[in-house]
């Protein structure tokens, strides 16, 4: 299988593993039928190997959504993307969003996968973090070209 080199994460994630691809590489069997990767994050072994076959899982059911979102409509993905603005006001509306719990499960899966990825973008450090209550409290980035 050829692998694809512009194939990597699209998010930063606490305890991602890219910083460590070159000693994690070596340590892996060279030959397997099934990569599974119980806490995938942003992927970087799974996107680093490419393998076949694999099995991925994560806590995070929203990042999990982006992941299939990718997967089954990406061009909608993208258009979705394109409708977000680099502004604090903005930024601290889609944060939000997620404390009207009926108001957020009525989001389109499309809609979760580009607020997680957004919010990725353009939070203070990439710190995807939520509270007890289980909602994104990560401050703004002020990135000029998130």
């Given at each position: ?119 990725n973008k353009t939070c203070f450090n990439g710190l995807f973090r939520v509270n007890s209550s289980g909602e994104f409290n990560s401050p703004f980035g002020h990135y000029k070209n998130p």
């Open positions: 299988m050829v692998k694809n080199k512009l194939v990597i994460p699209f998010v930063k994630w606490v305890g991602g593993k890219r910083q460590l691809l070159d000693e994690i590489i070596p340590l892996l069997p060279k030959h397997f039928t099934t990569y599974c990767e119980p806490f995938l994050g942003g992927g970087a072994v799974l996107f680093s190997i490419q393998p076949s076959k694999a099995i991925v899982s994560d806590l995070n059911i929203d990042l999990i959504t982006a992941y299939e979102v990718i997967r089954d409509d990406v061009e909608a993905l993208i258009e979705s993307l394109k409708k977000h603005e680099n502004t604090t006001e903005y930024f601290y509306a889609v944060r939000d969003m997620d404390m009207d719990k009926t108001s957020y499960q009525a989001l389109s899966r499309i809609e979760k996968a580009s607020r997680l990825i957004y919010l």
